[in-house]
């Protein structure tokens, strides 16, 4: 075990603690491997031999500052004495506001010693102040003293002596994760610098069309901005559309809802992928039900199938109306919201009641678009 932070306390004022301590560092995801002689020695045969080989090894060595463990003839002075030998970072922990450092690591010119962590209030907090201070970063700072004290020498020098190699291999594995990090974060603010540069470009095509002439990012097939009002319906019931449309015109005008319909589809283009690209856009579909709509094979093939899925991803509101007696309730367009009552379908109606019929689903639409409830 040698990626491990070596626990020192005394067990007169201090088992618990130290307990509570192990624990906390390696309860959690980002997980710190530690040696407590509470959990690590199962023999006391040879007790004194592992806690040499313990702190030997360490990274590091947790001083716990306790009346009993800075106690002249405690066992934790002799631990704080093999840590200096091998040249150990030694992190203090306040857990008695009565105590000091003891001499023996007041100076610091052999062994690193860190600044000291009070755990005398908040536990949580304290603990949080000492994950932080054993994060990598500080790791590196702790390699990077142990080449310092060599007195300059070279790192090839360096390599004859293992701690050396093993601290130089250690400091460039830590070297290589912060990298590696670096190089994620770059990456995923190039994507998202990316998807941000195509959405604004999408947007743009669609909302100032024929002014915006410049060719589109190849990412906008993949990140559409979903910000039209899409009618399906069958061209036998283009009046019923003609009035829809006649009544949305003010909020068309106003530029409070942006409205597709084929007829934006100029000669020469190819209409079927136009009204693709129109159903990728739409944030609400409205579907003028009807029995011409139901049996139409470009409907229930082409249209319905993109605006079902998208309702079903939650990217897409869906509202229709019944325009005349039909067998919907046969088709998934039963479980969807009708705009106006299905046992009155408008074609039923005459006069003013159609037209509040009619104003009714047109303001159901507007707030639909503007993703109020409805």
Same mark, same amino acid.
């Given at each position: ?9 005394? @067990? ?5 603690? @130290? ?14 491997? $530690? ?59 306040? #857990? !008695? ?7 023996? /690591? ?10 000291? /962590?009070?755990?005398?209030? @908040?536990?949580? #907090?304290?603990?949080? &102040?000492? &994950?932080?201070?054993? *994060? ?25 002596? +293992? ?11 830590? $070297? ?20 941000? !540069? *195509? ?16 060719? %589109?990012?190849?990412? =906008? ?15 036998? !019931?283009? &009046? ?9 015109? %003010? ?22 992928? +136009?009204? *693709? ?11 003028? $039900? ?12 082409? +249209? ?21 007696? *039909? ?13 106006? =009552? ?9 006069? %003013? ?22």
């Amino acid at each position: 075990m040698t990626n491990h932070y070596f626990i020192s306390y005394s @067990s007169v004022d201090n088992k618990d603690f @130290s307990l509570k301590l192990a624990d906390g560092l390696s309860a959690e995801a980002s997980a710190f491997s $530690v040696w407590l002689d509470k959990q690590n020695l199962r023999n006391d045969r040879y007790g004194y031999d592992l806690v040499y080989e313990a702190i030997k090894t360490c990274k590091g060595l947790i001083f716990v500052m306790t009346e009993g463990s800075v106690a002249r003839g405690s066992s934790c002075i002799y631990d704080l004495e093999i840590a200096q030998k091998y040249h150990k970072p030694i992190i203090p922990i306040l #857990a !008695d506001k009565n105590v000091e450092l003891p001499f023996a /690591i007041e100076y610091k010119r052999n062994t690193p010693v860190g600044e000291i /962590i009070d755990f005398t209030g @908040s536990f949580d #907090a304290a603990l949080f &102040r000492l &994950r932080k201070y054993l *994060s990598p970063e500080q790791r590196i700072r702790e390699l990077k003293w142990q080449f310092r004290r060599m007195g300059g020498k070279d790192v090839t020098d360096m390599t004859e002596n +293992e701690e050396m190699t093993n601290g130089l291999a250690e400091l460039w594995k830590l $070297v290589l994760q912060e990298q590696a990090l670096i190089e994620d974060a770059m990456r995923r603010k190039e994507n998202l610098q990316g998807k941000i !540069d *195509s959405r604004i470009a999408s947007f743009l095509k669609h909302s100032r069309g024929d002014i915006y002439q410049e060719k %589109p990012f190849e990412d =906008d097939k993949h990140f559409p901005i979903r910000n039209q009002v899409f009618i399906s319906y069958s061209h036998k !019931d283009k &009046r019923w559309f003609d009035s829809i449309q006649t009544m949305l015109q %003010p909020l068309i005008r106003e530029q409070k809802i942006s409205f597709w319909n084929d007829k934006q589809i100029k000669a020469g283009q190819n209409w079927k992928e +136009e009204i *693709s690209s129109a159903l990728s856009l739409a944030k609400v579909a409205v579907l003028l $039900v009807s029995p011409e709509f139901l049996a139409s094979d470009f409907i229930s093939k082409h +249209e319905l199938p993109k605006l079902l899925d998208a309702s079903n991803q939650g990217e897409l509101f869906i509202l229709w109306i019944a325009v005349r007696d *039909s067998l919907y309730k046969e088709t998934e367009i039963e479980q969807y919201q009708a705009a106006n =009552d299905p046992q009155r379908p408008l074609a039923s109606l005459s006069g %003013p009641a159609r037209d509040r019929a009619i104003l009714k689903i047109c303001e159901r639409i507007k707030e639909a678009a503007s993703g109020t409830p409805v």
